[in-house]
């Protein structure tokens, strides 16, 4: 029968007692290493009880908590700053960056809503003209393209046809009064729809609500001139009675998916797994982070001291048998490892970048309520 393996009471870390290797070459580390083996045997119950672990056991849980602790700390890094960091170089390493907002990413995303509202974007728009014939009322887009020498697929964005402005049929009432000395229509280069006369300048909302009033008149009372787009055939309104160009502006498919694409670029961070942090330093843990890893450390110890003393629930002695509380350590050991995490993730989140912000807003509510409390003082002359 082999020999029951149990803690000696002492340990001698070297390089390679960990199964990932991570920090072994941290003299930080290294030095801790046989501390929170000794630490977690105490709290285990050593020297008045046995403990069933190896320095390697105890090696290995510090690891993973350390890791763990890395792991935690990084990813909330990620979730406060992906929007900013879509698109980094991956050969970097972020672990002791100061990463700042940017707005890059935010107007990459914003140029999608520019092209639709036609404010900019990152699609190019071209402009083209169909040439209109006399009591011709419908145009064959296809066609057109074919004639134009445009490849693949278009998107109409807009069509200029429309009615010439309200102003050219503008009249004012008061012209001719001979209180007025400036003509309005010339400013404005609409001199020859006007009468060439002196008028007197009313306020200019009189001017908006009248060619208001025509276009409502002419969409109301007469054929307003619109289009309509129906499986690429283009039909105005009126029927053109003279000849001219109607101008149109388009965008082309293939740039709107190009636009759209993904981009090949393997070198730069695409989703959460590529943002390049690595494994954190154990050097560069301050003394509150090494505290929650020491209890973490404690957590796995003892769910493995768990498992090792499940294997029997009792064991016989002379004259009677022990029971073993493998029960009781799992229970703890998941309460406290579960205890742990949500701590780490409650700090994280009340030092995200919205939650300092909102802190520092009631500070500054709470210090001008203050202010206002103090009665102001009355000088006597």
């Known amino acids: 029968m082999a020999e029951k393996i149990i803690w000696s009471g002492s340990s001698t870390f070297t390089t390679g007692s960990t199964p990932f290797k991570f920090y072994d070459d941290d003299p930080i580390f290294q030095a801790e290493a046989d501390k929170v083996a000794d630490f977690c045997a105490r709290r285990l119950g050593w020297p008045l009880l046995e403990v069933e672990l190896t320095p390697q056991s105890f090696y290995t849980c510090f690891e993973e908590a350390v890791t763990t602790y890395g792991n935690e700390v990084f990813q909330y890094k990620i979730r406060e700053n992906y929007l900013s960091l879509e698109g980094f170089p991956t050969g970097s390493n972020l672990n002791s ?3 700042q907002p940017s707005m890059y990413r935010i107007i990459q995303i914003s140029k999608n809503y520019g092209t639709e509202a036609g404010v900019g974007g990152d699609v190019s728009k071209y402009s083209g003209s169909i040439d209109l014939i006399e009591d011709v009322q419908t145009y064959d887009l ?5 004639e134009q020498g445009i490849t693949g697929s278009i998107e109409i964005r807009r069509v200029f046809y429309e009615a010439p402005p309200a102003i050219v049929r503008y009249f004012d009432p008061y012209a001719g009064t001979g209180t007025g000395v400036q003509s309005l229509m010339d ?11 002196n008028f007197l300048l009313m306020p200019a909302s009189f001017d908006i609500l009248k060619t208001q009033a025509i276009e409502f008149n002419d969409q109301i009372r007469r054929s307003a001139y619109s289009f309509e787009i129906v499986n690429n055939m283009l039909k105005v309104f009126p029927i053109p009675k003279t000849g001219g160009k109607l101008w149109i502006e388009y965008f082309k498919v293939s740039d709107r998916e190009g636009a759209a694409g993904v981009s090949t670029n393997d070198g730069v961070v695409s989703n959460v797994a590529e943002v390049p942090y690595s494994n954190p330093s154990y050097r560069d843990i301050n003394s509150v982070g090494r505290q929650w890893i020491y209890r973490y450390t404690l957590a796995l110890a003892k769910e493995i001291l768990g498992y090792i ?3 029997y629930s009792t064991v016989p002695i002379p004259g009677s048998e022990v029971t073993l509380n493998q029960s009781d350590l799992l229970a703890d050991a998941r ?5 742990l995490l949500t701590n780490l993730r409650e700090m994280l989140d009340q030092t995200s970048r919205s939650a300092q912000l909102e802190r520092k807003r009631n500070e500054n509510e709470y210090l001008r309520d203050t ?8 000088y006597v002359g």
């Not at 400013?187 to 729809?193: K, L, R, V």
């Open 142 to 146: 296809n066609a057109w393209a074919t």
């Open 187 to 197: 400013a404005f280069n609409f001199g020859t729809y006007s009468p060439g006369i």
């Open 335 to 339: 309460t406290e490892k579960e205890a």
């Open 309 to 311: 003393r499940g294997k």
């Open 97 to 99: 960056t100061l990463v």
């Open 371 to 378: 202010l206002q409390s103090i009665p102001m003082t009355i």
